[in-house]
């Protein structure tokens, strides 16, 4: 499957290049400069592309498979850049993606963002742009799959994780894991218009995915 990768450079992208690099699947990265491309090639890119978020991705897009969107502006930037990114980027991917025929979708929310009101109150914001982008996701018709992981941290991955349609407690998790979930996800068929909560657990990715 020929991927496109919204947010290569960052973390959770650049360890989700990594692990496609032995996988079947081919990773198109999303670059914004041009000197970006020669590190996330040696990451395991297979290709990289200029392009922006905050405008037209199609040219960029054009013959890919899938999208996964792990791009963001962070839990801790302002209301507006949040808004262009996280809400506003990932809506017009999605309609993009709808656009060019491009049916699967798989988008990196954030535990809670089903309930952005009851959020932090400094980051409320944030939640309340993964919401609508997730809503838009699922009311857009595609193939979607949304992974709503907990706290995120730089820890070395287990491989190990707990996976709910909705997870009581507020848990941390690896942005390795993470990138391990996502390639995980582009081969169960079970994820298929799935919204589910990640976290730090005991199973391995796989088998935690087959119980959705």
């Known amino acids: 499957m020929h991927v496109f990768i919204a947010g290569a450079n960052g973390q959770i992208g650049q360890h989700l290049l990594r692990e496609m690099a032995d996988s079947g699947h ?4 999303l670059i914004r400069h041009p000197g970006q491309g020669p590190e ?4 395991g890119a297979t290709e990289t592309v200029l392009g922006d978020l905050e405008h037209d991705c199609s040219e960029a897009m054009r013959g890919c498979d899938a999208v996964i969107f792990t791009a963001g502006s962070g839990p801790h930037t302002g209301p507006d850049k949040t808004i262009d990114v996280d809400q506003d980027g990932a809506i017009r991917l999605v309609d993009t ?3 060019m025929g491009i049916k699967r979708f798989i988008m990196v929310s954030s535990m809670r963002a089903e309930e952005p009101e009851k959020g ?3 980051i409320r914001h944030y939640l309340w742009a993964k919401h609508n982008a997730d809503e838009h996701l699922k ?3 595609l193939n979607y799959t949304i992974v709503r992981p907990g706290r995120l941290t730089d820890d070395d991955g287990s491989g190990r994780v707990a996976v709910s349609a909705r997870l009581e407690e507020f848990g941390m998790i690896p942005r390795q894991d993470v ?3 996502l390639l995980a996800v582009l081969d169960a068929d079970n994820t298929a218009n799935c919204v589910f909560d990640v976290v730090s657990g005991d199973t391995p990715v796989g088998e935690a995915l087959a119980t959705l």
């Open 26 to 29: 081919e990773a198109r990265a």
């Open 40 to 43: 996330l090639q040696q990451l």
């Open 97 to 99: 993606a709808r656009a």
């Open 120 to 122: 932090p109150e400094k």
């Open 139 to 141: 009311n857009s018709g």
């Open 179 to 181: 990138a391990r979930v």
